[in-house]
């Protein structure tokens, strides 16, 4: 059974940078992909950036693009995802999902983690 844990959420102002992790156990992620979506109050869930950890092949939602960058840790269960510039709009909770091929849906996705809380004031 495949678990995975975020951390690294946290209260920032706009502007700021915060890097979140994916972190899993029950396996490595050779040959795996690793997805982040998020979800805010009332909204819907919103897919954020994808990376297969072995090919480091990356996909971007649109609120993504140019701020957040998706990445490999050196150690083969781990994920991070490096958000810059923050905006209040970023404000949701952020979850890492753990599949078998690069999608935007997260349908695709088999496991989850249960989330961390990213707040940005303006």
């Known amino acids: 059974q495949v678990q995975l844990a975020e951390s690294g959420g946290g209260l920032v102002q706009a502007g700021a940078s915060l890097r979140l992790s994916c972190a899993a156990s029950?396996?490595?992620?050779?040959?795996?992909?690793i997805v982040w979506f998020r979800q805010a109050p009332g909204k819907e869930r919103e897919f954020v950036a994808a990376i297969n950890w072995s090919h480091e092949n990356t996909i971007y939602g649109d609120s993504a693009k140019g701020r957040f960058t998706i990445s490999r840790g050196n150690a083969k269960n781990t994920v991070y995802l490096q958000m810059n510039s923050l905006k209040p709009e970023d404000t949701a909770g952020y979850y890492c999902?753990?599949?078998?091929?690069?999608?935007?849906?997260?349908?695709?996705?088999?496991?989850w983690g249960q989330g961390t809380q990213v707040t940005v004031s303006s």
């Open positions: 029950g396996r490595t992620f050779d040959n795996y992909v």
């Open positions: 999902g753990g599949g078998k091929y690069l999608s935007r849906v997260a349908s695709e996705y088999d496991y």
